[in-house]
């Protein structure tokens, strides 16, 4: 059975202050990951899907990058607008994709 | 940006009765598919939706759940007889088959 697992389940950082969160998976036939945003009361937002061990795609100060076992979401010098939660989803072998509990990020000026 | 529409925004409904979610996906994408999310809780998937038939669902897609295509731009969820414990956002989201998927913004449905 696919496993997504999302790390830490809340992250507070100070506006300009780096940081990467983390999505472990397990999976019988990776397909891509997706990372999404959600805003309270939202419905996903797309951001990324990562097809293959060693990809990297980048979107204004977010970067995800992709290994075997995990993917990372580093966001480089946030900024308030980016408090959010970032939701991970694998595709495997069927239709439907399995989301981790995501990762609530708060940035404070 | 094409974007994919829900409506309504927010449902209440008693225990018991019969709700209709609806949806408008993106016009050229031909799979469909139906998440909801508990609060609190993680995304879950409930149907996909792929050439006038149900491609895939979860255990949670029981009989008291059906979807629809009625017509050429409209997908719709229907659940039978609402219990407490089906009170959660329920997303539709669409995919050309090759790029992420597109959500819509979300059902609130509250059942009292």
């Known amino acids: 059975e696919d496993q997504v697992t999302q790390s830490p389940e809340a992250l507070r950082l100070q506006e300009g202050e780096s940081s990467s969160l983390n999505c472990s998976y397990t999976?019988?036939?990776?397909?891509?990951l997706f990372w999404y945003r959600q805003d309270p009361g939202k419905g996903p937002e797309f951001l990324f899907t990562?097809?293959?061990a060693g990809e990297e795609k980048e979107k204004e100060r977010l970067k995800a990058t992709l290994t075997k076992k995990e993917s990372f979401l580093h966001i480089t010098a946030p900024k308030p607008e980016d408090s959010a939660t970032y939701l991970c989803?694998?595709?495997?072998?069927?239709?439907?994709?399995?989301f981790g509990k995501g990762t609530s990020l708060l940035v404070t000026p | 940006e094409p974007e994919v529409t829900q409506t309504p925004s927010h449902q209440v409904t008693q225990m018991g009765q019969e709700v209709i979610l609806r949806c408008v996906p993106i016009s050229n994408h031909l799979y469909f598919y139906w998440y909801r999310q508990i609060l609190g809780q993680k995304v879950e998937f409930l149907v996909s939706f792929y050439n006038n038939e149900i491609s895939e669902k979860s255990e949670i897609f029981d009989d008291q759940f059906s979807v629809e295509r009625p017509d050429g731009s409209n997908f719709t969820l229907k659940i039978r007889s609402t219990k407490l414990e089906d009170s959660a956002m329920y997303f539709c989201?669409?995919?050309?088959?090759?790029?992420?998927?597109?959500f819509g913004s979300g059902t609130r449905l509250t059942v009292v």
């Open positions: 989803a694998v595709w495997g072998s069927g239709y439907a994709l399995n």
């Open positions: 989201a669409s995919s050309d088959g090759i790029n992420g998927y597109t």
């Open positions: 999976v019988s036939g990776l397909r891509g």
């Open positions: 990562l097809y293959s």
